[in-house]
């Protein structure tokens, strides 16, 4: 693997070697929990195979959460995609798999509890700084019993940015990145609906220069 190795020949003793090595171990940490969830999940897939540039890419869930025919979107403040709306989510911590980390981040940012996020899609996305991910994405519907009233009206002002309840009819009416466009009608395809895999490579102008999909098979 291409990470490991360059940690191994950088390695010198150094408290930059020694932190670049432990930054491997949570890779591959995140790797093996990735590649259980998969399995629990039923695909047959592995981490490895879905990374396109293994060294770049960084592990991200994200929702798309429903509620009484609207959607909860977050204008972002910051890079990536600062002023577009996005769904909620974030990065993956080391011993996380990518439903624990959707939950966790939610409730960070949102404040909700999910019912059990069911998985649409995964995305592999290589090109710019900033570009670098593979990105798992869920649905779900918040649990109203334990959610405040206020958090179920919105707007609200977060330290990522403004989140609102977006009426589902206007979803694609938003100013969303080009390539949350091209996806998430995969992500509001049919509930129980086998996933989808999506390869998107950016220009280096953060345009689109390919985008590909597939259905991702589940075993039995």
Not at 12 to 24: C, F, H, K, V, Y
Not at 41 to 47: A, S, V
Not at 176 to 198: D, H, K, M, Q, T
């Amino acid at each position: 693997m291409q990470v490991a190795a360059r940690g191994r020949a950088r390695y010198d003793g150094s408290a930059g070697a020694m932190e670049l090595t432990g930054r491997m171990h949570d890779v591959q940490r995140n790797w093996a929990r990735v590649d259980e969830f998969l399995a629990r999940e039923g695909l047959r897939e592995t981490t490895a195979a879905l990374l396109e540039e293994p060294e770049t890419q960084r592990l991200s869930s994200l929702c798309l959460i429903e509620h009484d025919g609207r959607v909860l979107m977050l204008r972002r403040l910051k890079e990536p995609f600062a002023g577009y709306w996005t769904a909620p989510g974030g990065k993956l911590l080391p011993h996380e798999d990518p439903r624990e980390a959707v939950l966790r981040e939610v409730r960070e940012e949102t404040e909700l509890v999910l019912e059990e996020p069911e998985l649409r899609l995964i995305a592999s996305e290589t090109g710019p700084e900033y570009y670098n991910w593979l990105l798992f994405f869920f649905r779900a519907r918040p649990k109203t019993d334990a959610a405040p009233e206020e958090l179920l009206r919105g707007p609200r002002r977060t330290r990522e940015g403004l989140l609102d309840w977006v009426p589902a009819d206007r979803l694609f009416e938003q100013r969303l990145p080009n390539a949350e466009r091209e996806v998430l009608p995969y992500v509001i395809a049919e509930n129980g609906a086998s996933p989808y895999f999506v390869r998107i490579r950016y220009a280096p102008d953060k345009s689109i220069a390919e985008l590909t999909v597939r259905s991702l098979a589940r075993e039995g």
